[in-house]
């Protein structure tokens, strides 16, 4: 196995799900130290990690469902590792960095009111065609623009008492109080496309991807 480079970044541990066998952990743990990840039985409380073969299903949603959410990474590589992007965005959600990669440039759109949501998900499509991508790929990073920047911009926002400020009433709303709003940004390097909604709130769980998978 090659030898990996060791992270500039400080060590975070994870906890190997039970079902993980020796060669299947031998095989993730190269790809994931490469990005300070320390995938071992610890002492203390860790994150669970959990390979899957890519398809979301009622096993996952199980895992998701557990206080803390399980850790899932998808074994999409040829010999059995998780892909190195897949791994890069695992390292980044857990130190809380940008989910986008540092080589992409990056658009942004403040958003503070309604209409300023189909403006920005069209440049994000606009990103993709002008990368290269096919119309069908603009269109889903269209589609997930608009769910994430409406998510943060209308669903995301609550008062001091927890309650919903405007998802209650997203047909009458048009704009949000000037602290309220959210920031969706967007770029496509070495094929991909990245999209990535920021708000002050930090609300989404996966409590909404659980019902869905439970429903299928």
């Not at 190269?30 to 409380?45: E, I, K, V, W």
């Not at 080589?103 to 290269?132: F, K, Y």
């Not at 008492?161 to 390097?189: F, I, M, N």
Request: hydrophobic residues 45%; proline residues 7%.
């Amino acid at each position: 196995m090659e030898t990996a480079t060791p992270s500039k970044n400080p060590l975070l541990e994870l906890t190997p799900d039970e079902s993980l066998t020796p060669a299947t952990m031998e095989r993730a743990a190269g790809a994931l130290a490469r990005d300070g990840l320390l995938l071992r039985h610890g002492a203390g409380p860790t994150r669970k990690l959990v390979l899957f073969d890519g398809r979301l299903g009622a096993a996952q949603a199980a895992l998701l469902d557990q206080a803390p959410p399980a850790l899932l990474l998808a074994t999409r590589e040829a010999d059995g590792e998780p892909s190195a992007w897949e791994v890069r965005l695992l390292a980044a959600l857990l130190r809380g960095d940008s989910l986008l990669p540092p080589e992409a440039v990056v658009s942004r759109a403040r958003l503070s009111q309604v209409a300023d949501v189909g403006p920005a998900c069209e440049a994000a499509s606009a990103a993709v065609l002008e990368a290269g991508g096919s119309r069908v790929a603009a269109g889903l990073v269209a589609d997930v623009a608009h769910e994430l920047a409406a998510n943060a911009l209308l669903d995301a926002p609550v008062d001091e008492t927890g309650a919903p400020k405007y998802a209650h009433r997203r047909t009458q709303v048009q704009h949000v109080a000037p602290e309220d709003s959210c920031l969706l940004e967007w770029g496509v390097e070495a094929g991909r496309a990245w999209v990535q909604g920021v708000d002050r709130f930090g609300r989404l769980t996966a409590s909404p991807l659980v019902r869905v998978l439970r429903a299928w």
